[in-house]
């Protein structure tokens, strides 16, 4: 029935089979009638149309005793019942709920008795030729029920059934149970059933007996009694349970020779009062046969797993299983790293790329189906690391060296000139850069040693060396060879040490410094006492930065909204941002900032008047907006008045002024949206200057484009550049 081992890869953005098919196989073997083609809606879940999009849960339903849908439900009254519980106790409990209704024409229970209704004897008057006619149609609607339990696996593998019936559809529930039980690994999927009114039921059944009251565990249903019996539903496992949910005197499924008006009524009873609470008990009961499924959260994870460098990520599940879980069938995995049972995604990248890796997660005792997730797992081209800045650019290439062009009047290139470069020339100091960054007229970069340089312009101490002279050449920050990341801005800059500690230095004028003053600091200073700081990001006149744990924090000037927080007086010390998401990292412009969450998500806040914040508007936003669209995001980064992101695809997206090109769509458009980056390119990485960005392919190669007046581009010449243009 399902093909087991995690063969359905998940593909983040490809295109996958439709949930859509399922409804398709429902038109093989037996076919509903006019006007019974399969109902589906989808709860909590939106329209389920890929493997990556399908809910946590199938509902699959079947009405009887003449029941339908009805003002656009999905089910008629006594399944609606049920299926309204499970759906507002799943979502409750971060479960998904996709609901489908199996067709069936059925005769109202009063067909039992023919003409009457108002006899004493109604089991007596119930007729073996009524009781076969009354049954008719539950052969055919069995076997479209298994049909869709067996296409359901095609389209959503790793989905959970839930099976409900009601009269004749809980004989069809109840007969599909038994099926599936004489299949090797048939209940696997199936947390739970609920048999309404069961004409099936057996005596003594191994169903979990509910009611109001609950019948007699000593008598059968109708159909049993008149008919013969079919096996009783499957025992219970430690995954799968039945009820049989049946009120003593109802005709259907526990008939008695009482008055036929209230043996009639008992079998309607199930829509309001106690039955209604029967039917929400066994829906909370399903509910938790489903929670002993693992289903690995978040569904999508993003990291960035450096080249040639030890690399470990634990994935996550949530479940309740006793034996805990296991991670299988990893597919896709970048060169150099593997995911163990554990379900640790470790190693060594060995080559650059964006692998979107797919892997199954099962509990392990009891043994449950699979749960499919993805991890996008980014490996940029080498050590290199590309910047943009003001009007300059630089790249720290393959082989150790660093590299900048553009503006050079305070010798921020740092090849001891001050001659402007439209041509990349090469950083004094040799192969021994890992990462660099430039900004308004100032760059600092960090060598395999760990010793942290600086160079350009140091009018407010940016340098971190003591306010002084521009220097044309790289100078040491202070002494220490712990440093892991250095981010430049216009007037300022930060930095983080391996040791987890933030360090900020130069123009202190809106508190940007974090240290709670607004007094100037030529040379490094402290950000608090925190010891697990991961990335830090340095704007016009504020910062931002993550902590290890995915909080991230912001500190300085907020006069539009750029902390993350309502318009108001400068903060000078870190502020948390959008506490409940977990950040994977940030970037500042002049005065908005965004990040990218674990799950793949892109936020920005701050100033808009460019559309620099991707939501479609140009409103001013306090706190984090999602950009717009359903891309899942593995880097995000901010300039002037221009953002840009690299999706699991490669591709490269930007949106905000595009006055100098800068949008990279051949135009010079303002954007309010993501707008495609035009090229074939496959982008590792990106960083939004001034007015212009500049990226690293997949190919290991720097491309820049927007405006080119000083030569930040690097191709030669002083034109601005619509499109993407490879650095010469």
């Known amino acids: 029935m399902r093909r087991r081992g995690g063969q359905a890869l998940l593909l983040i953005a490809a295109t996958l089979v439709s949930v859509a098919v399922v409804a398709a196989f429902l038109h093989t073997g037996s076919q509903p009638g006019p006007g019974e083609a399969p109902d589906r809606a989808a709860l909590g879940a939106g329209t389920a149309a890929t493997v990556d999009e399908c809910a946590d849960l199938l509902l699959l339903g079947v009405d009887g005793a003449g029941e339908a849908p009805s003002g656009g439900t999905t089910y008629g009254r006594t399944v609606g019942v049920l299926a309204r519980a499970l759906t507002r106790q799943a979502l409750s409990a971060d479960r998904t709920v996709e609901q489908v209704r ?3 024409a059925s005769r109202p229970t009063t067909a039992l008795l023919g003409r009457r209704t108002d006899t004493r004897t109604a089991f007596r008057d119930v007729t073996v030729a009524r009781a076969r006619t009354w049954m008719r149609p539950v052969p055919a609607a069995t076997q479209r029920l298994l049909a869709l339990v067996d296409r359901h696996a095609f389209a959503c593998p790793d989905q959970q059934l839930v099976l409900v019936g009601h009269a004749q559809g809980a004989a069809v529930v109840h007969r599909a149970l038994t099926a599936l039980a004489g299949r090797p690994e048939g209940l ?6 609920a048999l309404v009114a069961d004409p099936d039921r057996h005596v003594r059944t191994r169903a979990i007996r509910v009611g109001a009251p609950a019948a007699a565990a000593a008598r059968s249903g109708i159909a049993a009694r008149r008919l013969g019996t079919v096996a009783d539903v499957p025992a219970r496992t430690p995954t799968y349970a039945a009820w049989s949910v049946c009120t003593a005197g109802d005709l259907v499924c ?17 829509a309001y009062g106690p039955g209604a609470a029967a039917l929400r008990e066994v829906a909370g009961g399903l509910l938790a046969r489903a929670r002993l499924r693992p289903v690995p959260r978040p569904e999508v994870q993003v990291a960035t797993a450096p080249i040639g460098r030890p690399f470990s990520l634990q994935l996550a599940a949530s479940t309740s299983a006793a034996g805990g879980v296991v991670w299988e069938d990893a597919r896709n995995l970048p060169p150099g790293l593997t995911l163990d049972a554990a379900g640790l995604l470790s190693g060594t990248p060995t080559g650059p790329g964006t692998w979107n890796v797919s892997y199954v997660v099962r509990g392990t005792r009891p043994a449950t189906a699979g749960a499919t997730g993805v991890v996008v797992v980014t490996v940029p081209a080498g050590p290199a690391a590309v910047s943009a800045g003001g009007q300059t650019s630089c790249e720290v290439r393959e082989s150790g060296s660093a590299w900048c062009w553009g503006r050079n009047n305070f010798g921020q290139v740092g090849d001891g000139s001050t001659t402007t470069r439209t041509l990349p020339v090469e950083v004094v100091g040799g192969e021994t850069w890992t990462s660099i960054s430039t900004s308004g007229a ?8 760990g010793t942290l340089w600086c160079w350009g312009l140091d009018n407010h101490g940016q340098l971190g060396i003591g306010r002084g002279p521009a220097r044309p050449t790289p100078v040491q920050v202070g002494t220490s060879s712990s440093w892991t ?8 800059t930060c930095g983080t040490r391996a040791n987890g500690s933030l360090w900020c230095w130069g123009s202190n004028l809106r508190g940007q410094l974090g240290d709670g003053t607004f007094t100037m600091r030529g040379r490094p200073t402290r950000v608090g006492t925190a010891s697990d700081w991961s990335s830090v990001a340095t704007g016009g006149w504020f910062t931002c930065a993550t902590r290890t744990g995915g909080t991230a924090w912001c500190w300085g000037q907020n006069t539009f ?3 993350g927080a309502p318009v108001g007086e400068p903060q000078p010390v870190p502020t948390q941002l959008a506490t409940g998401t977990s950040w994977t990292g940030l970037d500042a412009g002049w005065a908005h900032a965004c990040g990218t969450t674990v799950e793949g998500a892109a936020l920005c ?25 359903d891309r899942i995001w593995t880097s995000i980064t901010t300039g002037d008045a221009t953002t840009c992101g690299v999706d699991n695809t490669g591709s490269a997206w930007c949106w905000g002024s595009g006055r100098y090109g800068q949008v990279g769509d051949g135009s010079r ?20 200057g001034w007015f212009h960005a500049c990226g690293g392919v997949d190919t290991g190669g720097t491309a820049c484009w927007g405006n080119n007046e000083l030569g930040q581009v690097g191709d030669g010449s002083t034109t601005d550049q619509p499109l993407p243009e490879g650095v010469s």
């Open 669 to 688: 458009s303002t954007r309010t949206v993501p707008t495609l980056v035009v090229g074939e390119q496959r982008w590792l990485s990106l960083d939004a």
């Open 442 to 449: 100032t760059t600092c970069g960090v060598r395999a040693d």
């Open 188 to 193: 696997l999927d199936v947390v739970g059933a």
């Open 561 to 563: 909204g750029q902390l």
């Open 605 to 629: 806040w701050g100033l808009n008047d460019r559309g620099q914040l991707g939501d479609g508007t140009r409103i001013l936003r306090p706190a984090p907006e999602p950009v717009a669209g």
């Open 102 to 104: 199996v067709p069936m």
């Open 485 to 492: 990341s250095v981010s430049a801005g216009w007037f300022h």
């Open 254 to 270: 526990d008939p008695q020779d009482i008055r036929a008006t209230k043996a009639l009524q008992k079998n309607r009873s199930y």
